[in-house]
């Protein structure tokens, strides 16, 4: 190893965790030849019903599941939040796509909702201290900046946005229920007034008020605990009937679906920095298309 720089040792990390990776798989993989397809599918299920009773709307996955379709949710948390009690939300959409840059990175927000004034809300669930980055924040309100504002139009015209950021823990740990962010003139001491507003929201907190009944809401696993009739009606519905535990469940299976095509794609990229096999051997190893293994090969180079 004497000599070996970084990106040596970085290049032998890639290729043993892809083979770990790989590993890991095959060993699945015998345990599940001594499985009948009908008994895969039950198992899996009773898998997913396990999880399901400990969803939580901080969670999320179910989150986006309780803010689907659900304009009157979001309106009742965004109220709560903002301190606005005559708030509007004349449209809701969960896992919306935003990229209209070329080659820019895409974000894909939780919960993105607008108001009867066309201001803009991105609501977004972090676990952790990482999914919260300011600089995230920062991107996050940016995207919905270039999103928002068509050729022909005037800077002027760009929506109020603001970007909420609901964290499991107190991120800033000052044992505020919210802390909102604002960009100010340092000389004058005056708000920019630029419509950009960052809010991360204290999920640990708990108090009287409607935000800590709300953020208890968010942490109960069980609809009878929970504050807020339309938070436990729409938790009820996803955990206790039968259609929407087969919402969540194909919600689930998706989940897993992507986590598997994550894990070969990993292990291919490994094989094509190892640079020993060809591009067919790599697919049918990993059952990824020849395709999809020469475009990884392409990002690669």
Same mark, same amino acid.
């Given at each position: 190893?004497?000599?070996?720089?970084?990106?040596?040792?970085?290049?032998?990390?890639?290729?043993?965790?892809?083979?770990?990776?790989?590993?890991?798989?095959?060993?699945?993989?015998?345990?599940?030849?001594?499985?009948?397809?009908?008994?895969?599918?039950?198992?899996?299920?009773?898998?997913?019903?396990?999880?399901?009773?400990?969803?939580?709307?901080?969670?999320?996955?179910?989150?986006?599941?309780?803010?689907?379709?659900?304009?009157?949710?979001?309106?009742?948390?965004?109220?709560?939040?903002?301190?606005?009690?005559?708030?509007? %939300?004349?449209?809701?959409?969960?896992?919306?796509?935003?990229?209209?840059?070329?080659?820019?990175?895409?974000?894909?927000?939780?919960?993105?909702?607008?108001?009867?004034?066309?201001?803009?809300?991105?609501?977004?669930?972090?676990?952790?201290?990482?999914?919260?980055?300011?600089?995230?924040?920062?991107?996050?309100?940016?995207?919905?900046?270039?999103?928002?504002?068509?050729?022909?139009?005037?800077?002027?015209?760009?929506?109020?946005?603001?970007?909420?950021? %609901?964290?499991?823990?107190?991120?800033?740990?000052?044992?505020?229920?919210?802390?909102?962010?604002?960009?100010?003139?340092?000389?004058?001491?005056?708000?920019?007034?630029?419509?950009?507003?960052?809010?991360?929201?204290?999920?640990?907190?708990?108090?009287?008020?409607?935000?800590?009944?709300?953020?208890?809401?968010?942490?109960?696993?069980?609809?009878?605990?929970?504050?807020?009739?339309? %938070?436990?009606?729409?938790?009820?519905?996803?955990?206790?009937?039968?259609?929407?535990?087969?919402?969540?469940?194909?919600?689930?299976?998706?989940?897993?679906?992507?986590?598997?095509?994550?894990?070969?794609?990993?292990?291919?990229?490994?094989? %094509?920095?190892?640079?020993?096999?060809?591009?067919?051997?790599?697919?049918?190893?990993?059952?990824?298309?020849?395709?999809?293994?020469?475009?990884?090969?392409?990002?690669?180079?």
């Amino acid at each position: 190893m004497r000599g070996m720089g970084k990106d040596g040792f970085r290049f032998l990390s890639v290729v043993f965790q892809g083979f770990s990776d790989y590993n890991k798989n095959k060993q699945k993989e015998v345990y599940l030849m001594s499985e009948t397809e009908q008994q895969r599918k039950e198992r899996e299920r009773q898998e997913d019903l396990q999880r399901l009773r400990g969803f939580r709307p901080i969670d999320d996955d179910f989150m986006r599941c309780l803010f689907k379709n659900n304009i009157p949710l979001a309106e009742l948390v965004l109220r709560i939040i903002t301190d606005k009690q005559d708030l509007v %939300i004349t449209d809701c959409q969960t896992q919306k796509d935003m990229k209209r840059l070329a080659g820019a990175r895409s974000v894909c927000l939780d919960a993105y909702g607008t108001d009867s004034e066309n201001k803009k809300y991105d609501l977004e669930i972090q676990r952790s201290d990482k999914g919260a980055d300011p600089h995230r924040a920062r991107y996050h309100s940016s995207v919905m900046d270039v999103e928002n504002l068509d050729a022909g139009q005037e800077f002027a015209e760009l929506p109020d946005t603001y970007t909420i950021f %609901i964290t499991e823990k107190d991120f800033y740990e000052q044992g505020k229920p919210i802390y909102v962010v604002e960009r100010i003139n340092l000389t004058t001491g005056k708000k920019f007034e630029d419509g950009e507003h960052i809010l991360y929201v204290n999920g640990e907190y708990r108090g009287e008020s409607e935000l800590g009944k709300l953020m208890h809401d968010f942490n109960c696993t069980e609809a009878d605990d929970m504050n807020f009739s339309l %938070i436990a009606e729409r938790t009820r519905y996803l955990k206790e009937n039968p259609e929407g535990v087969s919402e969540m469940c194909k919600v689930m299976e998706d989940m897993r679906n992507e986590t598997v095509l994550a894990e070969r794609r990993t292990i291919a990229r490994s094989f %094509i920095l190892m640079g020993e096999l060809s591009y067919e051997q790599i697919a049918e190893g990993t059952k990824l298309s020849i395709e999809e293994v020469r475009e990884l090969a392409e990002k690669e180079n």
